[in-house]
């Protein structure tokens, strides 16, 4: 049933363990790869959904040699494993000087600034020549330049291209919005709206600086959907490489196409609730939520594993609750009578990010462990 | 302003750092021990909040010897810091059997059954003498044998009784229904309906046992707020040593209770909006949100340390989002003009147990470093 009985567990699983199907990682990254390919933009994936060099390496065996990465230890750590051309997509960290001056001595370096006050200290401080990418809000409302703030788009332009070892290397944008998106269409519309808005302020930017400017995007459930790429120089998503269930409710990918998922200890079955509790809590599960179909807030599906795969998605048994180590799972009475306490529940995460990032492995289907860094 | 400024930074912090206050945490120890003695009840804390053997020394100054974890592997790593006397407060897991039996064999082990399957394979497996509480749901409907189940609980007892190494302790429940209070007096009353079923089904277990059984209650809203312990043999609050957000705005501690804070990098400013982003996202400062008193829904307040303390709360400045790294903050515009891009933004958490399974270590405001498990 929707669990790794005992001869299912091989591996011997006592606690909460981070699965993945490397077959289904594996096939997300070359598809998304050849996606890029056929539509003619750059491929930098974004590695702060998995960050572990093994993975990484599945990539470069499909053609990738630039990454983004989310902070300047994930840029060391990969560096440390052979990645040469780096952007960290998170507005610069002036407290971590130290940090980019020694990686950008090291590794083509791309970093994000949003600011006058950063610029200024980038000018300052260092001495290695670093790309700048400068970050456009186009409607996330996160951080960025607003697509719309003309002025000091321009004053950001003329003070990176003032200074010898900044090189503005374009317009980058994350259109985080689209994970608010209800339908795919909805998402599409966020995606076509922010390329334009990006177009706008990088005719903006050419005015003054004479520079051709390169425009980067870079989200899961824009470039899982979109078709058109027009204007677009390079993409930058992460999460596809394993998917999750916001994806799924999202549309962007397959309940087949999720990659990682938890197995968990049951540790209770409570008949007349139809409910088991397993040994998978917030802190095995991270406490990210999603309103599935029915409306309910939802923190993972079950799913029953077939041997080699993560199978298939038990959407009628949702983790409907989540305390520090306890995760409360509904189950349609068909599948709770072939659930017993001392079984290993399996559960696809809401934010596979997060989830991944409370463990420092993976167990692989095989039996196989990768690190994380 | 609402950050620690370069010259309060003498720790030279870079990135996402988690803060104690040392004597807050203290004094927040000996306040609970003080109450627990004063009521006559035994007192058994939790220790799955600090995960530190060194905050447990604290707890041991204050005349504590005997403790409660969630995790079998919590347990392994108190038993090696010389605690001797440890309940497991999770329904057992059978797929840890083996760690049970080692445990057993040095330290007076305490574990949670709420079927009658596990006290079969723990009457079957284990060799070594285990004390066994009934877990019993008084009202949080998440794990635990009904109290209005008399036949489960009775069988239960019974099967326990029949089995020579294993010793009945008594009736034990969370109720973790607290946290949905919205009122001191909705606490209380959770408090006095817990007690009340708690010696009710008490009452059914002695009728076939002939044993006395032990009351065990323990979640930080009742133990912070109710007077009356009659009938309650042992309270094994947790949260309380550090507190939280969530506890402040359900009423169970002040402000300058809090004692732990992410001292988070200014990455980003934004005026038109009034807000600041920083580096200190989802993996730093975990995704439990709470309703604010105005109904938003935060993920943890500014705070304005003031050299020796975390100080006080910015109410008017919590943070609004997270995402993977970032979180976002909404700061009034009195003081927004003294924050700036490069300063060290610090936020208590929302619920600090979440928060610190984050982190291997504290930063104490003198600037040592305590390690967690």
Not at 109 to 135: F, H, I, M, T
Not at 188 to 193: F, T
Not at 268 to 288: D, P
Request: net charge neutral; charged share 20%; with cysteine.
């Amino acid at each position: 049933m929707a669990s790794i009985t005992d001869q299912d567990n091989p591996w011997g699983i006592q606690c909460p363990t981070l699965l993945l199907d490397t077959q289904r990682a594996r096939r997300n990254i070359m598809a998304m790869a050849g996606k890029a390919r056929q539509a003619g933009v750059f491929f930098r994936p974004h590695f702060k959904s998995h960050q572990s060099a093994v993975v990484g390496q599945w990539f470069r065996e499909c053609g990738v040699t630039a990454i983004t990465v989310s902070s300047l230890s994930m840029a060391e750590y990969f560096a440390n494993h052979g990645w040469r051309d780096l952007t960290v997509a998170f507005p610069v960290n002036l407290l971590e000087m130290d940090k980019i001056q020694k990686l950008a001595a090291r590794i083509e370096l791309g970093l994000l600034v949003d600011s006058l006050p950063a610029v200024e200290a980038l000018a300052r401080s260092l001495q290695q020549r670093v790309k700048v990418w400068l970050k456009v809000d186009t409607g996330y409302r996160r951080t960025g330049v607003g697509w719309n703030q003309p002025a000091l788009l321009q004053a950001l332009a003329i003070a990176i291209t003032r200074c010898d070892h900044l090189e503005l290397a374009g317009l980058l944008t994350h259109s985080g919005h689209s994970y608010q998106a209800r339908s795919r269409d909805e998402i599409l519309s966020i995606h076509r709206q922010s390329v334009l808005r990006l177009l706008s302020a990088r005719e903006v930017i050419e005015s003054v600086s004479g520079l051709r400017c390169k425009i980067s995007v870079g989200d899961t459930p824009t470039c899982s959907l979109a078709e058109d790429w027009a204007g677009v120089d390079e993409i930058r998503p992460g999460n596809f490489v394993f998917f999750d269930v916001m994806q799924l409710l999202l549309g962007s990918c397959r309940a087949e196409d999720i990659a990682v998922a938890v197995a968990c200890p049951v540790i209770g079955k409570y008949e007349q609730r139809r409910q088991i509790v397993v040994y998978g809590g917030a802190v095995h599960l991270a406490k990210e939520s999603t309103p599935d179909p029915q409306g309910r807030c939802i923190y993972g599906y079950l799913t029953v594993p077939d041997g080699g795969s993560l199978g298939r998605v038990v959407s009628s048994a949702p983790v409907v609750s989540l305390s520090q180590e306890h995760g409360v799972i509904d189950v349609p009475a068909t599948e709770l009578g072939t659930i017993e306490i001392g079984d290993i529940a399996t559960i696809l995460p809401v934010h596979s990010c997060l989830t991944c990032a409370l463990y420092r492995r993976y167990l692989c289907l095989d039996g196989r462990e990768i690190t994380r860094m």
